[in-house]
C-alpha cells in the first residue's frame, strides 16, 4: 500500500508538471490556433539558460530568474513575432510543420552548443522523505507537487478573477466581439505567449532535477503535454490541469502494474478511449461545425 | 508556340526520368543509397499527400505504416518469400488498419483523426520494439535479402536503385490516374468543404477512409522497398519523428500538388546530406531553411511556383482584355 500512495504521489507532481505545460499549450491554441510541437523542447531549453547562468557564476536563485526572463524574450516574444505572426493568417498547418521545425532548431542548437550528454541540475526542493499517515513520501515529488499546484492556482486566478485574465478568455472565445468592445485582442494575445513562456520556464525548473537536462528531453514531455490537452479537452485550461495530472499518474501506476515495455501505450490507449466516447475531453466543450 | 507550350510538360518529364535514369550511373555507393531513400520516401510522402492534400485529412501515423511495410517484407523475405508477396500483404495491411483506424475519427470532427494516428503512430513503435518473438526488438532484423527481379540480381547498389525507381514510377502512373478519376474528384470534395460535398451526394465517410486506407498503404509499399534497400532494420527509424518529417515533406515541397511531395522528399533527404560540410550544424541549417521558407511561402515550394504562374496568367489577361478594348474603340 505505501507503495501505491508513493506511486500516486510522484503521478501526480509529474502530472501536475504535465499539466502546466498543456496548459500553455491550450491558452497558445485558444487564443491564436497555434498548434506547438516545439512545447517540449519550449520546457527542455530554460534549464539550459539556467545551467548557462550557473556556469558564468550566477547563484541558483538568480540562475531561475535569468532562466524565465529569457524564456520571455526568445520563447514567448521572439516565438510570436518571428514565427507565429507571419504564418498565422495561412492556416494552422503550416504554422504546426514551422513548429517541427523549430522544435528539430531547437534540440540541435542545444546539442551543438552546450553538450550532448545530460547534466544534472540543482533541485529547488530539498531531498529527503517526510512522513503522511506514518508512511515516508519523498519530499522531492511533494515539494515539486505543491509548487506546481501554486502555479496552477496563480495562473486560474489570473485568468478567473482580474480583469486582464477576463480579457484574454473574452479573446480566446471570440477574438472579433472582444475588439469590437474594446479589449486590445493583440496585447492579449502577447500576453497568452509570455505566460506559456513562464510557465514552461517554471515547468523547467521543477522537471530537470528529475530527468535531467538533456537536448532529447522535451520529446516525450511535449506529447505527454499534447496527451494531456486532448485528454482533457483542447479548448479548456481546467481540462489541461485534469488532463496533466490524470496522465501523470496513469503513466505512474502503469508502469508499476501493467508493464515497463508498454508504460507509454496505457495514455495512448486512454487518448484513443477518450476520442471514441467523450471526443470533446473530459471538461471541454464540444466546438460547432461550420459550413 | 502553344504546340510547343501543349508538349513542353512532357519533354520536361522525359527529361527529368531520363536524368534520373543515366545521371546515377557512376554515383558511389553512398550518393546511390541517399537517391534510393529519397525515391523510398517520395513513395510514403505521395500517400501522405493524397491522405493530407487531396482529402484534407491530417495523419501523424505515415510513419508507422512504412514501419509495417518494412517488418512485413523483411519478415518474408528472411524466411524465403518472395518481395512480390511482401508487397501485396503490404498493401492489404496497411489498407485495412488504415480503414480500421479511420473509424473512431469520423465520429468526431477531422482533426481528431490526427490524434488518434498520433497514438497509433506510438502504439506501432512499442509493438515494434517490445515483440521481439517477431520484430526481433531493438536487435531488429539483419540480413534482408534484396530482390531478383526476372532473374536480374538486384544486390549491387544501381541496380536497387532502378528497382526503387522503378517502383516510384509505377506509384506516380497509378497516383496520376487515380487523382484524375471520379475518387481523386470527391477526395478534392471533401477537402475543401466536407459538408457541401455530403450535401451534393459524396459519400463523405466512406471516401475519408478509402483516402485514409490509400495513403497508409502507400506508405507500406514504401515501406516494403525501404526494407531491402538498409538491408537491416530496427525500431528506432519509424517512430513518431519518421511521420513527422513525412509531414514536413508533404507541406514543405507543397501540400495538394502532384509533384510535390518529390520536392519536399528531395529537401528533407538530399538537403541534410548537401549540409553536411558544415558538420555539426546541419541540422539546425535544415530546421531554419524549413522555417523561412514556410513563412515565406506557407503553401511550399510549389505554391511559390503557382503563385508565380497565377500572377503572370493575369497579366496576359488583362493585357489582352485591354487589348480587345483598344480595338472596341478604334472600331466605334
Redesign the interface.
Known amino acids: 500500500m505505501s507503495d501505491l500512495l508513493d506511486l500516486m504521489v510522484a503521478g501526480l507532481a509529474t502530472g501536475a508538471i504535465y499539466a502546466l505545460v498543456a496548459v500553455g499549450f491550450t491558452l497558445l491554441w485558444q487564443t491564436s490556433q497555434t498548434i506547438n510541437?516545439a512545447q517540449g523542447e519550449f520546457v527542455m531549453l530554460p534549464a539550459f539558460f539556467m545551467l548557462a547562468a550557473m556556469h558564468a557564476g550566477a547563484p541558483f536563485w538568480l540562475a531561475i530568474l535569468i532562466g524565465i526572463g529569457l524564456s520571455m524574450i526568445l520563447l514567448g516574444l521572439g516565438f510570436k513575432l518571428l514565427?507565429v505572426d507571419?504564418?498565422l493568417r495561412?492556416?494552422v498547418?503550416?504554422?504546426a510543420?514551422?513548429t517541427?521545425?523549430?522544435a528539430?532548431?531547437i534540440k540541435?542548437?542545444v546539442?551543438?552548443f552546450f553538450s550532448a550528454e545530460a547534466s544534472p541540475f540543482p533541485s529547488v526542493v530539498p531531498a529527503g522523505e517526510a512522513s503522511i499517515l506514518g508512511r515516508a513520501v519523498s519530499l522531492q515529488s511533494l515539494g515539486v507537487l505543491a509548487l506546481a499546484i501554486l502555479a496552477v492556482i496563480g495562473l486560474t486566478a489570473l485568468l478567473n478573477r482580474t480583469s486582464l485574465g477576463r480579457q484574454m478568455q473574452a479573446v480566446a472565445q471570440n477574438p472579433n466581439v472582444a475588439r469590437i468592445i474594446g479589449i486590445p485582442v493583440e496585447r492579449m494575445i502577447l500576453l497568452t505567449f509570455l505566460i506559456n513562456a513562464v510557465l514552461v520556464a517554471v515547468a523547467s525548473v521543477l522537471i530537470t532535477p528529475i530527468y535531467l537536462a538533456k537536448f532529447s528531453s522535451g520529446?516525450v514531455l511535449g506529447?505527454a503535454a499534447?496527451?494531456a490537452a486532448?485528454v482533457g479537452g483542447f479548448n479548456q485550461v481546467r481540462g489541461a490541469i485534469a488532463g496533466g495530472l490524470l496522465i501523470g499518474v496513469v503513466d505512474n501506476l502503469s508502469a508499476a502494474y501493467i508493464s515497463t515495455?508498454?508504460r507509454?501505450?496505457v495514455p495512448?490507449?486512454l487518448?484513443?478511449a477518450i476520442?471514441?466516447f467523450c471526443?470533446q475531453g473530459l471538461l471541454g466543450r464540444a466546438?460547432e461545425?461550420t459550413? | 508556340m502553344r504546340e510547343l507550350r501543349k508538349y513542353l510538360p512532357f519533354a520536361l518529364s522525359a527529361a527529368v526520368v531520363a536524368a534520373l535514369i543515366v545521371v546515377p550511373m557512376n554515383f558511389n555507393r553512398y550518393g546511390l543509397f541517399i537517391l534510393s531513400q529519397w525515391a523510398t520516401m517520395t513513395i510514403a510522402a505521395m500517400g501522405l499527400n493524397l491522405t493530407l492534400g487531396y482529402a484534407g485529412q491530417?495523419s501523424l501515423a505515415q510513419g508507422a505504416f512504412v514501419g509495417i511495410g518494412a517488418y512485413t517484407a523483411a519478415l518474408m523475405t528472411t524466411h524465403g518469400l518472395p518481395l512480390a508477396g511482401a508487397l501485396a500483404l503490404a498493401i492489404l495491411l496497411c489498407f485495412a488498419i488504415g480503414w480500421l483506424l479511420g473509424y473512431?475519427?469520423l465520429?468526431?470532427?477531422h482533426h481528431?483523426l490526427a490524434?488518434?494516428t498520433?497514438?497509433?503512430s506510438?502504439?506501432a513503435f512499442?509493438v515494434f520494439?517490445?515483440e521481439s518473438w517477431l520484430t526481433g526488438g531493438t536487435y531488429g532484423i539483419s540480413n534482408i535479402p534484396r530482390p531478383a527481379i526476372f532473374g536480374f540480381a538486384t544486390n549491387r547498389p544501381l541496380p536497387f536503385y532502378y528497382v526503387c525507381l522503378g517502383m516510384l514510377g509505377i506509384v506516380t502512373l497509378c497516383m496520376w490516374w487515380l487523382i484524375r478519376s471520379p475518387w481523386g474528384r470527391a477526395f478534392m470534395a471533401l477537402r475543401e468543404?466536407p459538408?457541401?460535398a455530403q450535401s451534393l451526394g459524396v459519400d463523405t465517410r466512406r471516401y475519408t477512409l478509402m483516402a485514409f486506407a490509400i495513403g497508409s498503404a502507400l506508405g507500406g509499399v514504401a515501406g516494403v522497398i525501404y526494407a531491402p534497400l538498409t538491408q537491416y532494420i530496427d525500431p528506432v527509424p519509424f517512430n513518431?519523428?519518421l511521420s513527422?518529417d513525412l509531414?514536413?515533406m508533404v507541406?514543405?515541397g507543397g501540400?495538394g500538388f502532384f509533384f510535390g511531395p518529390f520536392l519536399g522528399a528531395m529537401i528533407a533527404v538530399l538537403l541534410p546530406e548537401w549540409l553536411r560540410v558544415t558538420e555539426?550544424?546541419y541540422?539546425?541549417l535544415?530546421?531554419?531553411a524549413?522555417?523561412l521558407l514556410?513563412?515565406w511561402s506557407?503553401?511550399g515550394i510549389l505554391g511559390i511556383l503557382d503563385r508565380f504562374l497565377a500572377e503572370r496568367r493575369t497579366r496576359a489577361a488583362s493585357a489582352k482584355r485591354a487589348g480587345t478594348k483598344s480595338q472596341w474603340e478604334t472600331v466605334a
Open positions: 510541437f514565427l507571419p504564418m495561412h492556416g498547418l503550416p504554422l510543420i514551422a517541427m521545425a523549430l528539430i532548431g540541435e542548437a546539442k551543438q520529446e506529447q499534447f496527451i486532448i515495455q508498454y507509454a501505450a495512448m490507449i487518448l484513443i476520442i471514441l471526443p466546438e461545425r459550413v | 491530417v473512431p475519427a465520429r468526431v470532427q481528431y490524434f488518434v498520433l497514438a497509433f506510438t502504439l512499442l520494439r517490445n468543404n459538408i457541401r513518431l519523428s513527422l509531414l514536413m507541406i514543405v501540400s555539426g550544424y541540422l539546425m535544415y530546421a531554419a524549413v522555417i514556410l513563412i506557407p503553401t
